[in-house]
């Protein structure tokens, strides 16, 4: 059984929000998902209200490409309250991770509409940008599907100008959630910041 809404915020207000209508299918479906209000959107669709904590996981922020994470930033501003906490994870440009992702060789795995054979082309990055093309084979039908996708790779000391440009003072930055002390190599950049 999963736990009543009222029990899992204990009296908090808990929003979702994503652009997406396919990630809140899913959130939705997750336990305890009850428990918070999903909202289709960025973050011009954040209720007008003061909230004590806003959370970006899953390296969003290399999702929201200038000047809409700007923008971002400052409606997380406006809707945190004075003192209020934001959390949010990028990768470290240090760690060059997107060279791993295109020198993969073409994987092939099994899926609910039989074989599929995946690869990706990934560019270096222009101007702390990198655009990736991630291509999918479905062999039973041969149908092919590639879609394209840009990530921002921003330096710490660039995420802490913008977040400071918008009215946040960066706390700490650590390496992963687990609050492990960062490190210029380190692939992760888990950043943790408070309104003024």
Do not use: K
């Amino acid at each position: 059984m999963a736990p009543s809404r009222t029990r899992l915020t204990e009296g908090r207000t808990v929003v979702g929000i994503d652009p997406s209508e396919t990630m809140l299918a899913f959130a939705r479906r997750r336990q305890g998902a009850d428990a918070a209000d999903w909202i289709l959107g960025d973050s011009r669709a954040i209720p007008p209200r003061n909230f004590d904590v806003a959370v970006l996981t899953g390296n969003v922020a290399q999702h929201i490409l200038d000047p809409e994470w700007q923008r971002t930033l400052l409606d997380l501003r406006a809707h945190l309250r004075t003192g209020g906490v934001l959390a949010f994870d990028s990768r470290n440009p240090e760690a060059r991770a997107w060279e791993n992702w295109g020198t993969q060789e073409r994987a092939r795995r099994m899926t609910q509409h039989g074989p599929l054979v995946e690869w990706a082309d990934v560019a270096e990055p222009d101007d702390g940008v990198v655009t990736a093309r991630f291509h999918n084979q479905f062999l039973r039908t041969g149908e092919s599907v590639t879609e394209t996708a840009r990530f921002a790779f921003r330096q710490a000391d660039t995420l802490g100008q913008q977040l400071a440009a918008a009215g946040f003072e960066v706390d700490a930055v650590y390496q992963d959630w687990a609050r492990t002390s960062f490190t210029p190599d380190a692939s992760f950049m888990v950043f943790i910041a408070h309104t003024r």
